[in-house]
């Protein structure tokens, strides 16, 4: 069974705070991995994602940093703010294709005052 | 410039009835996705369709489910004499080429009652 495992299942963290979330995989077939955000009844966001040929990329605030021989990754929310409260997918795919994923469990954020 | 549009955003049914879920993919896009995300996990791929074929139906349960997407028109998911295990929210996406990052739509939300 192909899996990504995600941790923690759910975070507070301050406003200014730095929100980490981590995700595993097992298939080493897998060559993308996206990061997707849902908030309450919508649909999830693309976020941010990367390919395995870089150990990390960065878009505003956020950064996915990338461990092949690990087979991990992680969001880092740099300066998380309470509109960054919402629940957090990360996600595989193989093939080249970003399109049918895998996804983890989910880490539901909340941003504190 | 509208994204992915499904309906009806909320559904009832109670055990036995039909459900049919409708997904308008975005403009310009001909690759469509369900996934079903049930309470507190992730969603999970059920369908991958291209006007009028089924590329992959890898995730989608062997009996009383069913989806098409016609030359015309939006894609259907369908599924027959719903059971309460079926209650979830079901999300369509849909890409341009079946590789570029998906589109998800705001979801039908299926009560079994």
């Known amino acids: 069974q192909q899996q990504v495992k995600q941790s923690p299942q759910s975070l507070i963290v301050q406003k200014g705070g730095i929100s980490i979330i981590n995700c595993a995989y097992e298939?080493?077939?897998?060559?993308?991995f996206p990061w997707y955000q849902q908030f309450p009844g919508k649909g999830p966001a693309l976020l941010i994602a990367?390919?395995?040929?870089?150990s990390e990329k960065k878009e505003g605030r956020f950064t996915i940093s990338f461990n092949k021989s690990a087979k991990q990754f992680s969001l880092h929310i740099m300066d998380s703010q309470p509109g960054d409260s919402a629940t957090y997918f990360c996600?595989?795919?193989?093939?080249?294709?970003?399109?049918?994923?895998?996804f983890g469990t989910g880490t539901r954020l909340q941003v504190t005052l | 410039n509208a994204g992915v549009m499904q309906n009806p955003r909320h559904l009832v049914r109670r055990r036995g009835q039909e459900a049919r879920l409708r997904c308008s993919p975005m403009?310009?896009?001909?690759?469509v996705y369900w996934y079903r995300q049930l309470p507190e996990e992730g969603l999970k791929f059920m369908v991958y369709?291209?006007?009028?074929?089924?590329?992959?139906e890898s995730g989608m349960p062997k009996e009383r489910f069913s989806a098409e997407f016609p030359k015309e028109g939006p894609s259907i998911l369908r599924i027959q004499q719903v059971v309460r295990g079926d209650s979830a929210a079901y999300f369509c996406?849909?890409?341009?080429?079946?590789?570029?990052?998906?589109?998800f739509g705001n979801g039908t939300r299926l009560t079994v009652t």
């Open positions: 996406a849909s890409s341009p080429d079946g590789y570029s990052p998906l589109h």
């Open positions: 990367i390919r395995p040929d870089v």
């Open positions: 403009k310009g896009h001909s690759h």
């Open positions: 298939n080493t077939a897998f060559d993308y």
């Open positions: 369709l291209q006007k009028e074929n089924i590329i992959d």
């Open positions: 996600a595989a795919s193989k093939g080249g294709t970003a399109s049918k994923l895998t």
